[in-house]
């Protein structure tokens, strides 16, 4: 049997920057990863192999709450899902960590503070090479130190729509976006194209596994075994510690234990894990006394919008502006309407499955090239039959009735009323996503909130760092903790809350060496 000091079960947000933290402690560090690594290929910027032939997305299939099944938009590989994000990294504003009404209900309060989570925020801005400015959009948070990078460029037709949005009184910002540019002398400079949907071959995205695996594994003391599937955790008969990680590698069954147990595995898998773990002493699911594991499933309110105009746009890369005046309220609604920020450029082949729905007799290539890509994320709130569940053959069901879309239609109006108004004559083509899929709950990106953190372990299953309240070696750091949403992409909360977990596990790691020294003795 194979024992370490921690096992990170997940490669992603959570789970990369972890691992990056933890591993020069020189712990015995064991990272288990479920698929292999994204091979670096041509492929990698194909819209027919990455968006039409879904090439590097999971083949399983979910079941929807009408026992309908759906390929889910999951990517297991070194990195998670952020080797396919688009690396837009946003902090929570402030007041998102205070209860919030909403026309469609109450966003709760956090058991943190913004204050909390503001020094992690900003480790975790430096470590992602996050490019951005502070001071320009008037919802963003106080921040203890300016970005390390600078806001990257609008390129031409960006730049216009900036100072477009500027004369309408607007206060468009540079979208913060998580890219290594700092290239060495006599590097040739990379060149921005494909980063929403697509893998980075050029591997200037900041991703888990460049930022997070990659240095992680040039300590002697941290593994990585890929294709490694964690079925189920066992405890010790009383149920308060995790004593066995059962692993499926191939055609064998592994079995790994260690000190600490964390699941980063992303919010529906982690609670799959832990629901899949039943035994005499967590009938209901590990950790699971609460009955909140699985609940509370939450991925926002997404649309994308896509702007035709006769100007041509001739950008690359257009990720680089956002818009948060319409974050908390407008002028004819109390309530927070959300987030806009452009979208990676679009081209024909994305536009194909949809051509005879959304544009009769406009040819695919003059909308790919004359269009503006805008990308709106509303808040959606906590639900308890908004869930995770795991059938009797190990299968995942996964409920959700979206909520709170009044403040979503009316964000995606005040979008075409700008456009109407910067564009001139302007032909608006709506089309409604999760992060690209066509049925929204296949659009998992932005998954959180399925085991929620809180001081209550009546109504939590995770105290503030993360760690179970039942299971005192077992803890989960992924967007699973969130016990509300925000309208903003929930990756940087995450690595900030990965840092300042990892943190807390070096005191722990630290302790439990000084508790054995002191036995010793």
Request: charged fraction near 20%; aromatic fraction near 8%; hydrophobic fraction near 35%.
């Amino acid at each position: 049997m194979n024992h370490y000091d921690v096992i990170i079960i997940g490669t992603g947000a959570g789970g990369g920057t972890l691992a990056h933290r933890l591993a020069p402690t020189g712990k015995k560090i064991s990272i288990l990863e479920r698929g292999s690594y994204i091979p670096r290929e041509r492929d990698n910027w194909s819209t027919q192999a990455v968006f039409l032939d879904q090439k590097y997305t999971s083949t399983e299939h979910w079941l929807d709450k009408k026992g309908k099944p759906f390929r889910p938009g999951i990517r297991c590989g070194v990195g998670g899902n952020t080797k396919f994000y688009g690396a837009a990294l946003l902090r929570m504003r402030e007041a998102d960590f205070g209860e919030v009404q909403h026309h469609g209900g109450i966003s709760p309060a956090w058991p943190l503070s913004y204050q909390d989570l503001e020094p992690y925020y900003t480790e975790a801005e430096k470590l992602y090479h996050v490019h951005g400015e502070h001071g320009i959009d008037p919802t963003e948070p106080p921040a203890s130190e300016p970005y390390a990078y600078a806001p990257l460029p609008h390129e031409p037709r960006i730049q216009d729509l900036h100072d477009d949005l500027i004369k309408l009184g607007l206060k468009p910002f540079p979208l913060p976006i998580g890219v290594k540019l700092d290239e060495q002398r006599g590097d040739a400079p990379p060149v921005l194209d494909r980063f929403d949907g697509f893998p980075d071959a050029s591997e200037a995205k900041a991703d888990a596994h460049i930022i997070g695996i990659k240095p992680a594994l040039q300590y002697k003391n941290v593994t990585l075994m890929t294709e490694s599937y964690v079925e189920r955790l066992n405890t010790n008969a009383s149920g308060n510690e995790v004593k066995e990680v059962i692993v499926k590698k191939g055609e064998e069954t592994l079995t790994f234990t260690a000190d600490i147990i964390v699941v980063a595995c992303g919010a529906i898998n982690s609670a799959a894990l832990l629901l899949r773990s039943v035994n005499d002493a967590h009938p209901n699911g590990l950790a699971n006394g609460s009955d909140v594991v699985g609940r509370h499933y939450m991925a926002h309110n997404n649309s994308a919008l896509l702007a035709i105009s006769k100007k041509p746009n001739a950008t690359l890369f257009g990720k680089t502006l956002a818009l948060n005046d319409f974050y908390f309220k407008s002028d004819d609604f109390e309530f927070p309407l959300g987030h806009i920020q452009m979208l990676g450029k679009s081209d024909a082949l994305m536009f194909r499955e949809d051509a005879p729905g959304f544009a009769p007799g406009l040819a695919l290539d003059y909308v790919a090239k004359h269009s503006l890509d805008f990308w709106m994320t509303s808040e959606d709130l906590p639900d308890p039959n908004n869930r995770v569940m795991v059938g009797k053959n190990g299968e995942i069901h996964l409920h959700y009735t979206e909520n709170n879309l009044e403040a979503h239609h009316r964000l995606y109006k005040k979008l075409q009323w700008i456009l109407e108004h910067v564009s001139g004559e302007t032909y608006l083509i709506p089309n409604h996503l999760y992060l690209g899929k066509k049925i929204p709950i296949a659009g998992t990106a932005h998954q959180n909130g399925t085991i929620r953190f809180g001081n209550d372990p009546k109504t939590s299953a995770l105290n503030t760092f993360c760690r179970a309240h039942e299971v005192h070696n077992l803890y989960v750091v992924d967007g699973s903790f969130f016990p509300s949403s925000s309208a903003v992409n929930p990756g940087l909360t995450i690595i900030a809350q990965a840092l300042r977990v990892g943190d807390h596990l070096k005191e722990v790691l630290q302790s439990s060496v000084d508790n054995r020294q002191l036995e010793a003795h």
